[in-house]
């Protein structure tokens, strides 16, 4: 006969609740960046069919300047949201919610005004392109807000279906517009743009409240001492990966510039695993750090490898894609992507390797090192882009990328070991508790 049960203790129990809200808001996390990542990889996908070389690199340069606005965005509203509102109360959370959706809609409408006319100057695809980008940008920065809100109050379901609904909308839509044979690059972002401003009325309704522009001002002199480091880190991680972009279309041209993206995008399925996976990363190195900082090296140098290993792996598996298959993907754009996503895809593999010392430095709070190591890294990077791609165009870019990435290796993994030392010299673990990544990792999708 079996005895009775023995009664679940009740720190045990809340344990395991804690566990499985922690494991819901990764899981969520995950899912809500995937199908983000997905509608701007479906965006670039449908454009890159539908259009020559040159005119997918105007039409980059539009869409880089959406990345770029929206990343300073985040370093001035949804981090500073995600630092000081995560678990307040629901009236405190909305609250600022309202003011910081405010103050994202008032940068959309400067910021927009500054596309809009930049592009009637510039005139051609281009300027078409920057125009849409300005009609469309207050709707998508208040959009991205309130995605980041949903997650600060552990509302993750709610910003997968927000993004859901974005992807939903913008599909049909792009088609539509690709379909109509004319001023392709204006209408698809457009439709882009459109159903994004559509899932930022969602987005309002979900938490609730509305917009409160007049406290812009208000909100940054609230986050005076958070706002300027975020944004620097921000901006040092847009140099590298999108500001380049700028440059190497002055350089080389915008045939050039689109070969490059393209070959991008081919690779942009791999950034969606790893932006997931940043978020599982980080909290299992603060835990393998809470054992022992060997434990954490350990970690992290078994992440660096791994991912390094899949990239180049995805990287080697595209370039034995048969042309045909490949023309029925990307039609015209196909033979230039082709040949350098091999050498992007390296290039992406020694990034991860410094990913797994980014990871660590994170998990011991040493703002300092990471942002020194991206400052470093994004000028190296930026000045071998333009420069191969001036030289010898998409493939020197492509190659001067990955010189850039396999240079920067050792020095992140210097960072993070020395931060390591000196924490084992102080003994024991950081004592200050740390604050958890936000949903999106800064990981630029393609």
């Known amino acids: 006969m079996s005895g009775p049960a023995t009664p ?29 990542s997905l509608g701007n990889f479906l965006l670039g996908f449908l454009v890159a069919r539908a259009v020559d070389t040159p005119t997918f690199g105007a039409f980059s340069i539009a869409y880089t300047t959406y990345v770029v606005v929206v990343g300073v965005v985040r370093g001035a509203i949804a981090q500073p949201l995600m630092v000081r509102y995560s678990g307040t109360d629901e009236a405190a959370w909305r609250a600022a919610a309202s003011r910081a959706g405010g103050l994202a809609w008032t940068i959309g409408l400067l910021a927009g005004a500054v596309c809009l006319a930049v592009g009637l100057l510039a005139g051609g695809i281009v300027g078409q392109g920057l125009i849409a980008v300005g009609i469309s940008l207050p709707g998508l920065l208040v959009q991205d807000t309130c995605r980041y809100a ?17 992807v939903l909308i913008q599909a049909p839509a792009l088609v539509v517009a690709l379909g109509l044979g004319h001023d392709q690059v204006a209408t698809s972002l ?55 972009l700028y440059g190497v279309g002055a350089a080389a041209g915008l045939s050039t510039l689109g070969e490059l993206r393209v070959g991008q995008l081919l690779i942009g399925p791999v950034l969606v695993i790893f932006i997931g996976l940043q978020l599982v990363a980080v909290p299992m190195a603060v835990r393998a750090l809470s ?8 970690l992290c140098l078994a992440i660096g490898i791994a991912t390094a290993t899949f990239a180049a792996a995805w990287g080697l598996i595209l370039s034995l894609v048969p042309d045909g298959l490949g023309r029925a993907l990307l039609a015209s754009n196909w033979e230039a992507a082709h ?104 990981v630029d999708d393609p």
């Open 8 to 36: 679940t203790a009740p720190g045990s129990t809340t344990g395991i609740r804690r566990l499985s809200r922690a494991a819901g808001r990764v899981g969520w996390g995950f899912a809500d960046q995937a199908v983000s």
């Open 291 to 298: 054992v022992s900082v060997d434990h954490l090296r350990r």
């Open 150 to 166: 949903l997650f600060t109050h552990e509302r993750g379901r709610s910003a997968f279906i927000n993004d859901l609904f974005w």
């Open 339 to 442: 040949g350098m996503v091999l050498l992007l895809a390296l290039g992406l593999a020694a990034s991860s390797l410094s990913s797994g010392a980014l990871i660590g430095l994170r998990a011991l709070a040493s703002a300092s090192r990471s942002l020194r190591a991206t400052v470093i890294a994004s000028t190296l990077t930026t000045a071998l882009t333009i420069g191969g791609a001036a030289a010898f165009g998409a493939m020197g870019a492509a190659a001067g990328i990955l010189v850039a990435h396999a240079l920067a290796v050792p020095m992140w993994w210097w960072e993070f070991l020395r931060a390591g030392t000196a924490q084992e010299r102080a003994g024991g673990v950081p004592g200050e508790r740390r604050i958890a990544p936000g949903p999106i990792a800064e």
């Open 190 to 244: 457009l439709a882009w743009g459109g159903a994004g401003t559509a899932a930022a009325l969602l987005g309002g309704r979900q938490i609730g409240v509305g917009l409160a522009p007049r406290q812009s001002l208000a909100w940054l002199a609230e986050h005076r001492v958070l706002v300027p480091r975020y944004v620097a880190e921000a901006l040092a991680s847009l140099t590298s990966s999108q500001l380049a």
